[in-house]
């Protein structure tokens, strides 16, 4: 690290360095628990940190500090991965029934009769394995609903108070919510009974042996150590030494035969009665403002990590809680935080046409609504000329204010695509529609949680009271009330971070991590050529132009899609956002760092696209396809100016079918393209795989027919399909859907007349088809954009087109 530090010169020693890498490294592994966990629903800070790995130990007091935990199991075998934890496991049982009830005192005979019956059943599973009655405890749970939703929230009734179960899945519902109703009765939707064994309390485990409570044992020698910035002298204790009841304070070291334990300083190790070491914080933790506002090399990877977790997380509460397929199976969603002005500061890896054009709809609440933005609001909207892209995709807005609820800080938002807003075909994502409003339902500014009170009846009618409305209104209900769930998990995650670094710290280093993104893409810049221009032909007779040039003085590209071929009336014209996400992607892109895709890396850009142009309609030009197509366009015809890529497949394939009852929708893989790297190394593309401005998955086959009356009956990689250069592309896809009943279906996609091109002398791909086989054999093939309607037994077919190669064999 001595070299390193050299390499670095900005004064810090070989010591601060290398601590540096570790401080990455804990907020790494701190970020990995608390995602997993918040995936099952679980609040770390409730718990104890269970270590374990041979070098778990060192790093076990830092994982703490940095989860908010305040103590710490150092199992004796922890140094070694085995089974030997699950042979100790408690055995479990459970068993649950639906009662639907009203929570209320008059339901309270049935749900203690239930309880009763349950409870049989656990303590008869658990006799049959060797437990006696008298050795085990049970733990009734009610898991309730809001009347008329569909979210359910556990509650214990160990307590069998009815008013405290309505407390307590109140304030549930408030944290994972925002909000909670006045006016919806409670339903106890399912009793369910958990048995386990009873946990066996060792008398040496829970009280010290005659006057050795407390005991510091002498430490064998001592070493000196680096930590929190500076070296410390730290006693040495060897395991074998130590005795049940022995306490140990920080700094230590407790060298064992398998690992190292570091008690860090503010911290003190006990020995328990069954030669555990527990290890509790004993000082409070300093706050970590005192790290300062300027910016720090490996604080800024730090908070570049935890911004990018915060979203994270709240993509896990979004999947979680959210009730559709589009959103719980496929994850077509996306979470991000922003600055108090708007700007996206950073992002979970999700959707890039979602997040780059997120911060329109951010700045459009801030704006319309100024003076006006309350703790417990929250707004919702979609609309294409007010700070949304296509009608599906509704983004869901929420400040996050200070303690004393006067200013807001920071915002949180997600946004969704609805498998279904209304418009005069199933899904919302006709081919045939002409303006906006016939594509389905507006939300433009819709304050849809108001001082924390949901507006569930004006919700209703505004997706309802419309020429074409929306066909599933309880399914988009639900999905935003999962929407505003996740950003309460983001509005928590970022008053914790201020509770823990100080607010001018935070906000320093959302600063600091905007600079940082436009420095890297200042280096990205400097490789560009002085300009470069590409055209982008498109299967509508529409084209794509755009020239890239470098101011080497400034440090700074325009991008200029002048001569982009003008609105017209069909749905690929794209709002100005749209063309702005796909130009932060592939920039952002180029940069190959690990940053998060933020605000920052357009600040060394100039984007001019002309007025009129089908970059930048007017209403009521129709745009759906703008979103999912077009946006495709500007990244293949950005990525070809750079000479970076070839063209990928260029669509989204996106299919949609649905009646009344039932809406879904899904975009469909090809194969990535080949391309050079920034160090000019060619790479092949991959087989099957979404590519650049879609990052969604395919819903899994079992769900689908579960969901739908459908069939999937065949989804295969088509081999040798990409095309072929130096560095070949990848393979696209053909996918087959029986339907079990009538439904109406569309396609909305492009390259079904030219192919994706390639790049530097690699070949082109192949262009894709849509085919539909009736039920006497015949075969229809559909146009790029078409709609038609399927009987019980007949099948769509989508063959996907194939990116290009690099590079001439």
């Not at 990995?32 to 790093?59: M, P, W």
């Not at 279906?745 to 192919?755: E, G, K, M, T, V």
Request: charge should be negative; charged fraction near 20%; include cysteine.
């Amino acid at each position: 690290f001595t070299a390193l530090a050299a390499q670095i010169g900005d004064g810090r020693s070989p010591e601060a360095v290398a601590e540096g890498f570790v401080t990455i490294a804990v907020e790494n592994m701190a970020n990995a628990i608390k995602k997993i966990s918040v995936q099952r629903g679980y609040d770390v800070t409730e718990y104890l940190l269970n270590c374990f790995g041979g070098a778990g130990g060192q790093h076990a007091c830092l994982v703490a500090d940095a989860l908010g935990m305040e103590a710490v199991l150092i199992h004796p075998f922890s140094g070694l991965l085995s089974a030997y934890g699950i042979g100790l496991s408690s055995v479990f049982a459970s068993r649950q029934q639906g009662l639907l009830q009203p929570l209320a005192e008059e339901s309270r005979s049935a749900i203690e009769a239930l309880i009763a019956a349950l409870r049989g059943e656990v303590v008869a599973e658990l006799g049959e394995q060797g437990i006696a009655e008298g050795a085990l405890s049970t733990r009734p749970v009610l898991h309730i609903r809001y009347d008329g939703t569909d979210t359910t929230l556990p509650v214990n009734f160990e307590h069998g108070s009815i008013f405290r179960a309505r407390s307590d899945f109140e304030a549930a519902h408030r944290t994972q919510f925002g909000f909670v109703y006045d006016d919806k009765p409670i339903v106890v939707e399912t009793v369910a009974v958990e048995g386990m064994e009873a946990a066996r309390q060792d008398k040496a485990e829970t009280s010290a042996p005659d006057g050795a409570a407390g005991v510091e044992p002498k430490p064998s020698e001592s070493r000196r150590i680096y930590t929190e910035g500076r070296w410390h002298e730290a006693d040495v204790y060897r395991r074998e030494n130590l005795k049940p009841s022995n306490t140990v304070a920080g700094p230590a070291l407790i060298i064992e035969p398998n690992q190292t334990i570091v008690v860090e300083p503010g911290w003190r190790a006990e020995i328990t009665g069954l030669n555990h070491v527990v290890i509790r914080r004993t000082e409070r933790k300093v706050r970590a403002a005192a790290l300062g506002t300027e910016a720090d090399p490996v604080m800024l990877e730090v908070f570049n990590n935890l911004f990018m977790s915060i979203a994270e997380q709240m993509g896990m509460t979004l999947q979680n809680t959210a009730y559709s397929v589009n959103i719980k199976e496929r994850l077509d969603f996306s979470c991000a935080v922003f600055d108090r002005h708007g700007a996206l500061v950073a992002n979970a890896p999700h959707m890039p046409v979602h997040l780059g054009s997120m911060d329109r709809s951010v700045e459009t609440v801030i704006r319309l609504n100024s003076g006006d933005i309350h703790p417990g609001d929250v707004f919702a909207l979609n609309a294409p000329y007010n700070g949304g892209t296509h009608l599906p995709d509704i983004t869901v807005v929420t400040p996050v204010f200070d303690d004393a609820q006067s200013e807001i800080l920071f915002w949180a938002a997600s946004r969704g695509h609805h498998a279904d807003v209304g418009g005069t075909a199933p899904g919302s994502m006709t081919p045939l529609a002409t303006t906006v409003d016939e594509e389905g339902v507006l939300f433009d500014n819709f304050r849809i949680v108001d001082r924390g009170r949901f507006r569930e009846k004006e919700l209703e009618t505004l997706l309802t009271d419309h020429p074409y409305p929306a066909r599933n209104p309880t399914q988009n209900i639900a999905d935003l009330k999962a929407q505003i769930a996740a950003n309460e998990k983001g509005v928590a995650e970022l008053r914790k971070m201020v509770a823990h670094f100080g607010l001018d710290v935070v906000e320093a280093y959302m600063g600091h991590v905007q600079d940082n993104a436009a420095e890297s893409v200042r280096r990205v810049i400097e490789r560009l050529p002085d300009s470069a221009a590409y055209e982008y032909p498109t299967d509508t007779g529409q084209v794509i132009r755009v020239k890239i040039t470098v101011d080497r003085q400034k440090r700074e590209a325009t991008v200029d899609f002048t001569g982009t071929s003008p609105v017209m009336e069909n749905n690929f014209n794209a709002p100005e956002p749209v063309a702005r996400a796909a130009v932060l992607y592939a920039f952002r892109v180029m940069v190959e760092d690990m940053i998060p895709m933020n605000a920052g890396c357009l600040r060394p850009i100039n984007i001019v696209i002309p007025d009129g142009s089908m970059l930048k309609p007017a209403y009521p030009a129709a745009v759906v396809a703008g979103n999912v197509e077009t946006s495709q366009h500007v990244t293949n015809a950005l990525f070809g100016a750079m000479g970076a890529m070839a063209n990928a497949q260029g669509t989204m394939n996106n299919l949609t079918f649905g009646n009344k009852k039932y809406q879904y929708y899904e975009t469909i893989c090809s194969g990535s393209p080949a391309g050079r790297m920034n160090s000019g190394r060619g790479f092949a593309g991959t087989s099957g795989v979404h590519t650049h401005m879609t990052n969604s998955r395919l819903t899994d086959p079992e769900v689908l027919e579960l969901r739908f009356p459908v069939v999937l009956e065949d989804f295969h990689i088509r081999e040798n399909s990409g095309g072929k250069g130096k560095w070949n592309a990848g393979d696209g896809t053909r996918r087959t859907i029986r339907f079990l009943e009538k439904m109406e279906c569309a396609i909305l996609s492009s390259h079904r007349n030219r192919p994706p091109q390639g790049l530097e002398g690699g070949g082109d791909g192949e262009v894709g088809s849509t085919k539909v086989r009736r039920k006497d054999g015949s075969v229809d093939v559909l146009k790029a954009c078409d709609q038609t309607t399927l009987d019980a037994g007949e099948a769509v077919i989508v063959t996907t087109p194939t990116p290009g190669a690099f590079g001439s064999a």
